[in-house]
């Protein structure tokens, strides 16, 4: 039967057959939310009725600038069920990226939490488009004198109408959601998902976190990712199509309030990107916790260090399950092991737990050099990854940033990876980052990891240096654990059997912190500019 895939089916799926289960949201004050799926579905019809009557019609972004809380969930249905597009903005981004986005994206309307409050009102009298702000907070927390124009209590929206509302049936190709990239080089640019895109991913996903092998099972689902990041990795959706528990931690990313959720409501599979778990990890060490029911976490935005990963499973349980995704591409990788993984000794598991997923059904997979030539999956040559999928973008929102496809239609990643003959993918770097040295290229990824596994380094970054002879060379740049003693000859000395040597950075740099981009990724344009002008000693490791 020729039946559109539409979100709304994914919460009235819920709604009719797991309608009790709960979703626990921390408040951005800091409190408990609970309530279940029925009690949701029916707000989420009042939102999409009050929608209505502001005029917002199919086709037309509204923006969110919010975090993880049980509204801005509710969002997720009540903006695309009625065939709106819901436009999560990163509040992480500087004022100037903010403005463009929502100017660009032609938001008519632009919903915001306690905390973004202060960040909308600085940039509001700049953006062209928003008919009014929405606060998503109760009556009484509605703040005196915003200067925001047309600011309505998200509350009063709701209370204002019935839950009485049938979803339209539009086309499965018509938009859902739009999140722009993090504008690292030029301005961020908007892809736009499909309805269709965001169900077949999330049916994909199902098979990632092992849902569907643990029959009976009670999964409990928490995003550490933000859901401006790539829709949460899906779980607004995949929870409510699973009929899960879902957990969402607000704003407070504190060690302490995510162990808090994490163990208190027994959740099973999470998600976030690796730097959330050296945070975590070190938290966990350092105060003797453990965790009771987690069992999984997906990992994707940036490569987890080896020792990372080891840690986790073999002291606390969870499997770091890493996949390979990005912005124009949700779901690029499998991140689940090849069969036959589990019985591996540890250390071989861990091997494949390394790899940046396996080929996935539905994605086609290339690696091409600098001349477009194809290189062959033999799991040593690396190159420029190119991919094509039924839920890839085929271009970006309005055109802008060039096209987001080659010459043959294999969707540019800006990734360097190997591709091994059982469909492993492994990222050695972006292409921007990778280091070009005597006309051979060196994977900072592997440098970076090579060194984190350092029982003294928190966090490693390697970036490129010019030289007169070799046209690049490595600088490492650590930042070390909390009391730890570290110099870089005891760093060098530790690398030195465990890489080629002409791969070994030619200087190490001990620093407090390193700069993070708004999706918590080492933001390395930054470092690249602060060590402009640094001199490499004139001998090389």
């Not at 951005?28 to 009042?46: C, F, L, P, V």
């Not at 260090?305 to 912005?327: F, I, N």
């Amino acid at each position: 039967m020729d039946r559109p895939l539409l979100i709304s089916g994914a919460i009235e799926h819920a709604a009719a057959y797991h309608s009790e289960t709960e979703i626990v949201a921390r408040t951005i004050a800091g409190d408990i939310h609970r309530y279940t799926y029925r009690e949701a579905h029916a707000r989420m019809k009042q939102l999409a009725h009050a929608l209505i009557r502001l005029g917002v019609t199919a086709g037309e972004r509204v923006g969110s600038l919010a975090w993880n809380t049980h509204r801005h969930f509710e969002m997720f249905y009540g903006v695309s069920g009625i065939g709106a597009v819901l436009h999560t903005v990163n509040p992480r981004l500087f004022p100037e990226q903010l403005v463009y986005i929502i100017n660009h994206a032609e938001d008519r309307y632009l919903f915001v939490d306690a905390l973004t409050l202060p960040i909308v009102e600085q940039i509001a009298p700049r953006l062209t488009n928003i008919e009014g702000y929405v606060m998503m907070a109760e009556r009484a927390e509605m703040p005196d004198g915003s200067t925001l124009p047309n600011l309505t209590c998200y509350e009063d929206l709701l209370a204002a109408e019935t839950a009485d509302l049938a979803w339209p049936s539009f086309d499965e190709n018509e938009a859902s959601t739009i999140c722009y990239t993090s504008g690292t080089t030029g301005n961020p640019k908007g892809v736009v998902y499909t309805h269709r895109a965001a169900i077949l991913v999330t049916l994909l996903f199902t098979a990632f976190t092992g849902l569907g092998a643990r029959n009976g099972s009670r999964e409990v689902l928490m995003p550490m990712a933000p859901m401006f990041h790539g829709n949460a990795w899906q779980f607004p959706y995949l929870a409510p199509l699973t009929g899960s528990k879902l957990v969402l931690p607000g704003r407070n990313y504190e060690p302490e309030k995510l162990y808090e959720l994490l163990e208190g409501e027994s959740v099973t599979i999470t998600c976030g990107v690796p730097t959330l778990w050296i945070i975590l990890l070190d938290w966990l060490e350092r105060t003797g916790h453990k965790f009771s029911h987690l069992r999984l976490s997906l990992s994707s935005g940036s490569a987890p260090s080896r020792t990372l990963v080891e840690t986790l499973e073999r002291d606390y349980g969870v499997e770091l399950a890493q996949a390979w995704g990005m912005t124009e591409i949700l779901g690029g990788s499998n991140a689940t092991l090849r069969p036959g993984s589990a019985d591996l000794p540890f250390a071989q598991r861990i091997d494949r737990r390394m790899k940046s997923g396996r080929a996935l059904f539905g994605v086609r997979y290339r690696i091409v050099d600098d001349e477009e030539r194809e290189l062959p999956r033999d799991g040593v040559a690396f190159g420029h990854l190119r991919v094509m999928a039924p839920w890839a973008a085929s271009a970006y929102f309005k055109g802008e940033g060039g096209s987001a496809l080659d010459d043959e239609g294999w969707l540019k990643t800006g990734d360097v990876a190997t591709i091994d003959r059982h469909g492993h993918v492994t990222l050695t770097d972006r292409s921007k980052d990778v280091i070009k040295s005597g006309g051979e290229w060196i994977s900072s990824i592997v440098l970076e990891n090579i060194a984190a596994g350092h029982p003294a380094v928190m966090q490693a970054a390697v970036i490129a240096i010019p030289h007169p002879k070799w046209q690049e060379r490595p600088l490492l740049i650590v930042v070390p654990k909390p009391g730890a003693a570290l110099d870089g000859a005891m760093l060098l000395d530790f690398m030195r059997d465990k890489v080629a040597g002409w791969w070994l950075p030619d200087a190490v740099e001990i620093v407090e912190r390193l700069p993070m981009t708004a999706t918590g990724k080492v933001h390395k344009l930054t470092l690249r500019e602060q060590y402009r002008d640094y001199a490499l000693p004139e001998s090389a490791p």
